[in-house]
């Protein structure tokens, strides 16, 4: 077993130009996965909506669905660093809102962050609120999934000059109120380099080319278990063939009476 990593570790690992290695879980098994793997932080990230769950977007995930998955993670995660999504409409509203979703994150699941996505005005200042009583976040611009619907799908954001400088401004915002690391989803790698160079936090960028500080995929894309993955993702193996072939077998063998073995 490693040392437990610590949010002071993500600045200096910037600073030492260090890589950052961010993987997501859903359960006790991804959660195993990824922390044995030597993730430096592991995301429960709502990405499980769509991955493990079914839905369609982000959208529909409750507070409470969230909190179910992040205490099986904690309970399969002893170096890595623990961080919890707050699912859509839970922080939004505002900030005495967010204050107890993310409350609830951290009390009843063990989290020792959340992670928020956008960077306006008003989120800026729910990320100070957070990081003021105590609570460390982490920011998310580019493609922020739970904006589905207002950006049309899961397209590439920050294409323009005019959208560059919006994720840019966004990104400032977050580091300026205090969060300790950004996602930078989907965005074009020159953007994500200035991003990077202007910030004090360390970037973790997922299809945001090579110059972020970090990265992170969606584990179940690494494993290659989902049915559809993003153009960015890499599937560093295959096992969703693997056990529908491994489960046909069992089947196969109950039918010709080979197992169990007499
Ligand atoms: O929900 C998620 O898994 C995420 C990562 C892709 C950053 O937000």
Redesign the pocket.
């Known amino acids: 077993m490693g040392m437990a990593v610590k949010i002071q570790q993500f600045a200096r690992w910037k600073q030492a130009q260090r890589p950052i290695a961010?993987l997501?879980a859903w359960d006790l098994t991804s959660a195993h996965i990824a922390d044995q793997a030597g993730a430096d932080m592991v995301?429960v990230?709502?990405?499980?909506a769509m991955v493990t769950l079914g839905y369609d977007t982000?959208l529909p995930l409750t507070l409470d669905e969230m909190l179910h998955h992040a205490r099986a993670v904690r309970r399969g995660v002893t170096d890595a660093l623990l961080v919890m999504?707050l699912p859509f409409m839970s922080y939004q509203t505002n900030r005495a809102d967010a204050l107890r979703a993310a409350g609830r994150a951290i009390k009843e699941t063990g989290a020792q962050a959340v992670?928020v996505e956008g960077g306006y005005t008003a989120m800026a200042e729910t990320i100070q609120t957070l990081v003021q009583v105590g609570i460390p976040v982490m920011g998310?611009v580019g493609l922020t999934?739970q904006s589905v619907n207002t950006m049309g799908g899961f397209r590439q954001q920050g294409r323009s000059p005019e959208a560059a400088n919006r994720i840019l401004q966004e990104a400032i915002a977050i580091d300026q109120a205090g969060a300790f690391a950004i996602?930078l989803?989907h965005i074009p790698a020159d953007l994500a380099k200035t991003i990077t160079e202007k910030l004090t936090i360390p970037t973790?960028g997922?299809g945001a080319g090579p110059h972020c500080d970090g990265q992170?995929?969606?584990t179940a894309d690494v494993l290659g278990l989902s049915s559809w993955q993003p153009p960015f993702a890499k599937q560093y193996a295959n096992l969703r063939e693997q056990g529908i072939n491994a489960a046909q077998q069992f089947c196969e063998e109950v039918r010709s009476r080979q197992f169990p073995p007499s």
Do not use: A, N, W
Request: aromatic residues 0%; glycine residues 6%; proline residues 5%.
């Open positions: 961010v997501t995301l990230g709502d990405s499980l982000t999504d992670k998310h999934p996602v989803e973790i997922i992170v995929l969606v």
